[in-house]
C-alpha cells in the first residue's frame, strides 16, 4: 500500500494510444516463460485492460481496475502476479502466503485456481497454490496452508475462519503478504464479506500491493478502495464514451421478443428446435423450479440440456461447468445466483442484513454460489433470459457470459408484460433512448408469428404434462444423483483430475422417452420464413466455426465485422417480407463504421 501513496492518483481513461498501438506481452516486459505459456493457451496479444494494468501492477503500483465483462481482467493481475512471485520464490522463511486473491464465490475460486495452476504448470516453476473455501474443516486448512504456499485463493470468508481455527496468525500475514487482489470487487461486498474483509485489512503490511478488479462501478468498490487502498491508479477501460457500450462488450448483439409469461416455453421450444440460436446456450431462469420446469419441457421434444443452481453439490457445479465448457453437451439453463437469494429465500430476505440472511439459508443453498458473476463460461454463443434479471446489473452480467474476450456472442430476452418495467430500466440504463432511432436491444424478427403459431398446439398439450409435481420430483431427483455424482466426483477426480467424462449431467430426468413426433419437428409444421433464418443461422455456424480455427491459430484473432456472417446478414436482403427493423440487420444501422472497426481493433 505504501508505494502508490507517493503518488498523486492518476485516472486512465481509455487513451488513445492504446487503441492504435499493437503491443505485444514483451514489450510490456513479461517474463518469456510467462509468454510462452500464454501462447501455448493459443494468447499471443494482451487485451487493453492487460495492456494498461501489466505495466503498472509490475511497478509495484496498487490498481484499481474496471474493464467490461469478458475483458481479460484475470490475466491482467494474474501474470504481473506470477512474475513477482518468480523473484520473490527465493525468499523462503515466510509463514503465510506472499499473495492471497480473494473472490466471491466457490465458482471463481475454482475458476482462478485452475488458470493460476495451469500457468505455473506451464511455466514449469516452483509455485505452489491452494484454494480454500470455507466449508473445509480445520484439518483440511491446516494442511493446505502448511508450507506456506506461495498463493492463496479463496473466499474472504475463509480468512477470519483460518484465524479462529489457529491455522494462519495475523502476524505471518504481516511479514508475508505482498499481493492482495480483490477480483470482482463490485460483488465482495453485496455477498456479505465486509466483516470478513475487515478482519484481513488490520493485518496486511504497508508494503503489500493492492489490486482491485471489477467489471462495473459501484458504492461497493469506492467503500473497498478506501478500505484498502490509499492512492492507487485507477484504470478505467470502456471501449467508447457510451455507457452502453461501457458495459456491454460490443460484440454481443442483443435481441428481444415479446411474449405472455405462459408462451415463454414455446418461444424457447421455437428458438431451440427450430435452430434460430447459435450453440451453445445459456439460458437463465429465476428460480430452480423453473429450470427445472423448461428442462423437463425440452427433454419431451428431444432437446437435452443440464441445470446448474445453488442447490446442487460443489463438486457437481464445478463438474458441469468445466463439462459445459469442454462442450459435452449445448444447453445449459442457469437459476441466476442473486435472482435464487431473492426468490427462494424470500422468507428470510425482507430487511435482514445480507450475511445473516445467506446463513439463515445455508442447509438449503449454497451462500458462496455464484454461477453469473465472473464466470468465464467458454464458447457460449447465445444468452437467453428465460425470464428476466431483476434489475439493469444483473442483466449486464448474464449478457457478459457470451462475446467473451474476442468472441462473438448473442443474447435474446424474453420479456412478458410484467417485465416490461424491468425491460424499460434496462434500456434506459444502456442508454437507449425512446427519441432515437438505434437500440441496444433489438426486437428479434427471425421467428416468425407462424413459425411459433405451427408450433403452439404441441408446445401447450406437452406443457400441460409438466406438473408442479413433476417439477418437484425431478428437481428432489437431480439433487439425489448429483449428491451421488458429487461423492464419486470428489474421489474420481482426485485421481483423475483432466478426466470430463465420468459423468454426464444433461442426462434425461423424465421416465419417459420423448415420442416420436416431439422429438422431429414434421415439414408441414415448419413456416417457410423461419426455415430459411434457421438456414442462415446454420451458415453462420459453419462460418463461425471456420472464424474460432482462425482465432485458435492466433494472428488472425482480429474480429473483423464484414468477415462476420452474422453482421452482415441482412433480414431485409434475405426474406424480404418479414419485419424490417430486427433481428441481425440492426448490426447494419449506425453509421458511424470506421469508428466502430478502430475500436474493435483494439478489443
Ligand atoms: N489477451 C487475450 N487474448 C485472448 N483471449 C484472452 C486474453 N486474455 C484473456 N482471454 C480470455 O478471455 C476470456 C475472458 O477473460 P476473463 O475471465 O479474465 O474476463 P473478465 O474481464 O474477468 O470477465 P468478468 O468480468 O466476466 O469476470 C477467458 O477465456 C480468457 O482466457
Not at 510462452?36 to 495492456?51: D, F, H, N, S, V
Not at 434506459?428 to 408469428?449: R, T
Request: glycine share 4%; proline share 5%; hydrophobic share 35%.
Amino acid at each position: 500500500m505504501a508505494e502508490s501513496m507517493e503518488k498523486p492518483p492518476k485516472d486512465i481513461a481509455r487513451n488513445e494510444e492504446y487503441e492504435e498501438e499493437e503491443q505485444s506481452f514483451e514489450e510490456l516486459g513479461l517474463d518469456p516463460r510467462l509468454i510462452r505459456a500464454l501462447i501455448k493457451k493459443g494468447i499471443e496479444k494482451p487485451t487493453p485492460i492487460q495492456l494498461v494494468a501489466i505495466p503498472l501492477i509490475l511497478e509495484g503500483k496498487d490498481v484499481v481496475a474496471r474493464a467490461k465483462t469478458g475483458s481479460g481482467k484475470t490475466f491482467a493481475y494474474l501474470l504481473p502476479l506470477l512474475q513477482k512471485l518468480f523473484a520473490d520464490s527465493g525468499s523462503k522463511n515466510k509463514l503465510a502466503p506472499s499473495a492471497f486473491i480473494l473472490v466471491p464465490t466457490r465458482e471463481l475460486c475454482q475458476q482462478v485456481y485452475t488458470e493460476v495452476s495451469s500457468l505455473i504448470e506451464l511455466c514449469r516453476v516452483q509455485l505452489k497454490v491452494v484454494q480454500l473455501t470455507s466449508s473445509m474443516p480445520a484439518s483440511d486448512l491446516r494442511t493446505a496452508l502448511a508450507g506456506p504456499p506461495d498463493i492463496l485463493v479463496s473466499t474472504p470468508a475463509c480468512i477470519p475462519k483460518c484465524f479462529s481455527a489457529g491455522v494462519l496468525q495475523p502476524a505471518s500475514i504481516n511479514g508475508s503478504l505482498e499481493i492482495l487482489v480483490l477480483d470482482e470487487a463490485d460483488l465482495l461486498l453485496s455477498y456479505g464479506y465486509e466483516d470478513d474483509i475487515k478482519a484481513l485489512t488490520a493485518h496486511i503490511p504497508k508494503r503489500c500491493q493492492c489490486l482491485l478488479m471489477s467489471a462495473t462501478s459501484s458504492g461497493d468498490v469506492e467503500k473497498l478502495k478506501k478500505l484498502i487502498l490509499h492512492n492507487a491508479f485507477i484504470l478505467t477501460l470502456p471501449e467508447v464514451g457510451d455507457i452502453k457500450d461501457e458495459v456491454i462488450p460490443k460484440n454481443v448483439q442483443q435481441f428481444w421478443i415479446s411474449c405472455s409469461g405462459r408462451d415463454k416455453l414455446l418461444y424457447i421450444l421455437a428458438l431451440l428446435k427450430l435452430e434460430l440460436v447459435q450453440k451453445k446456450v445459456l439460458i437463465f431462469t429465476n428460480t430452480i423450479d423453473v429450470g427445472y420446469r423448461v428442462k423437463l419441457f425440452l427433454e419431451k421434444f428431444g432437446i437435452k440440456s443440464a441445470v446448474l443452481n445453488a442447490e446442487l453439490p460443489q463438486n457437481s457445479r464445478l463438474h458441469i461447468l468445466e463439462e459445459f465448457n469442454a462442450g459435452l453437451f449445448d444447453f445449459l439453463i442457469a437459476t441466476d445466483d442473486s435472482q435464487t437469494k431473492e426468490k427462494e429465500e424470500a422468507n428470510v430476505e425482507s430487511n435482514a442484513e445480507p450475511r445473516k440472511s445467506r446463513k439463515h439459508a445455508k442447509q438449503k443453498l449454497d451462500s458462496e454460489f455464484g454461477v453469473v458473476r465472473g464466470i468465464d463460461f467458454k464458447n457460449v454463443h447465445t444468452v437467453v433470459n428465460f425470464e428476466m434479471p431483476q434489475s439493469a446489473a444483473g442483466y449486464v452480467h448474464r449478457i457478459g457470459r457470451t462475446g467473451r474476450a474476442y468472441n462473438t456472442g448473442s443474447s435474446i430476452s424474453l420479456v412478458s408484460s410484467d417485465e416490461m418495467e424491468v425491460f424499460e430500466e434496462i434500456k434506459s440504463f444502456l442508454g437507449d433512448d425512446e427519441n432515437q432511432d438505434s437500440n441496444s436491444i433489438a426486437p428479434f424478427s427471425l421467428l416468425s408469428k407462424n413459425a411459433v403459431e405451427s408450433l403452439r398446439y404441441r408446445a401447450e398439450d406437452v406443457a400441460k404434462s409438466v406438473t408442479k409435481v413433476a417439477v418437484r420430483e425431478s428437481r428432489a431427483q437431480d439433487l439425489r444423483n448429483e449428491i451421488l455424482n458429487s461423492e464419486k466426483l470428489k474421489a474420481h477426480f482426485e485421481v483423475n483430475p483432466r478426466d470430463l467424462d465420468l459423468l454426464k449431467h444433461d442426462k434425461v430426468l423424465s421416465k419417459k422417452p420423448p415420442a416420436p413426433h416431439l422429438r422431429d419437428v414434421p415439414d408441414y409444421l415448419l413456416d417457410p420464413t423461419t426455415q430459411e433464418a434457421s438456414k442462415f443461422v446454420k451458415l453462420a455456424r459453419a462460418a463461425m466455426g471456420n472464424t474460432n480455427s482462425a482465432r485458435r491459430g492466433g494472428s488472425k484473432r482480429k474480429f473483423k465485422k464484414n468477415k462476420d456472417p452474422l453482421k452482415t446478414f441482412s433480414a431485409e436482403s434475405q426474406a424480404p417480407k418479414r419485419a424490417r427493423n430486427g433481428g441481425m440487420k440492426r448490426e447494419d444501422k449506425g453509421g458511424d463504421n470506421s469508428h466502430k472497426q478502430k475500436n474493435r481493433k483494439s478489443s
